[in-house]
């Protein structure tokens, strides 16, 4: 297993601008997920997700270029170009989308 990190210099410095926003997403560069690239993302903001769930039916993988372009703040040409990271970073930031399960109270 090996994985391509991101600096602790450049970690620090994201992680003071952005706060509890920043994650470390792992993507598999390979299909045997032997070799990984570690990215720093964004917590999808609301108006991202707004903008993203606009195409999500009629243009999906546009819906998806929206949430990485606006979200991966490391890597962002590479995992652009590259089929297998574009997905896997697309997939890990839906996830990272802030949903909180509500209930119905009494009236």
């Not at 602790?8 to 952005?18: F, G, R, V």
């Not at 570690?38 to 195409?55: D, I, N, T, Y």
């Not at 270029?65 to 890597?75: A, D, G, P, Q, Y």
């Amino acid at each position: 297993m090996s994985l391509q990190p991101v600096s602790q210099e450049t970690k620090d410095a994201l992680k003071k601008e952005h706060g509890d926003k920043l994650k470390s997403l792992i993507l598999p560069l390979n299909d045997e997920a032997t070799e990984e690239l570690e990215v720093l993302a964004l917590v999808p903001e609301r108006s991202v997700v707004g903008q993203s769930m606009k195409f999500m039916n009629s243009d999906p993988k546009k819906g998806q270029e929206i949430l990485v372009k606006n979200c991966i703040l490391t890597e962002k040409e590479r995992v652009m170009a590259d089929d297998g990271l574009f997905y896997a970073a697309a997939g890990l930031l839906t996830e990272l989308i802030p949903i909180r399960q509500g209930k119905f109270g009494k009236v």
